[in-house]
């Protein structure tokens, strides 16, 4: 079993930038594949990034290619999501997903572990 603990949410105006990490523990982190996803007020949960298990691939959601990239340190079993040019549209509640082998990345119920998730807000 794997527990994921989301931070680095908060505040910020169009433009600027946010680093949110999501920390694992219980089983070892290398052996699962992590996603980011993300859930606006009123919208269905949406697939924002993904990384394979040894970060040695990496997709992302059209809405922030370019402006996100996603990471992982699987020596301190944490995945990041370096957001850059934010937008108010980006505002919403940051999930983090683990699973040992999702078979579609961008799919919410392919996850078993989720986090808590972390609240990004953008000002316009």
């Known amino acids: 079993q794997v527990q994921l603990i989301e931070s680095g949410g908060g505040l910020v105006q169009a433009g600027g930038s946010l680093r949110l990490s999501c920390a694992a523990s219980?089983?070892?982190?290398?052996?699962?594949?992590m996603t980011w996803f993300r859930q606006a007020p009123g919208k269905e949960r949406e697939f924002v990034a993904a990384?394979?298990?040894?970060?040695?691939?990496?997709y992302y959601a059209d809405s922030v290619k370019g402006r996100f990239t996603i990471s992982r340190d699987n020596a301190k079993s944490t995945g990041y999501l370096q957001m850059n040019s934010l937008r108010s549209e980006d505002t919403a509640v940051y999930y983090c997903a683990a699973d040992p082998a999702p078979r579609r990345y961008g799919a919410p119920h392919e996850y078993t572990y989720w986090g808590q998730g972390t609240q990004v807000t953008v000002s316009s």
């Open positions: 990384i394979t298990r040894s970060g040695g691939s990496t």
């Open positions: 219980g089983r070892t982190f290398s052996l699962y594949a």
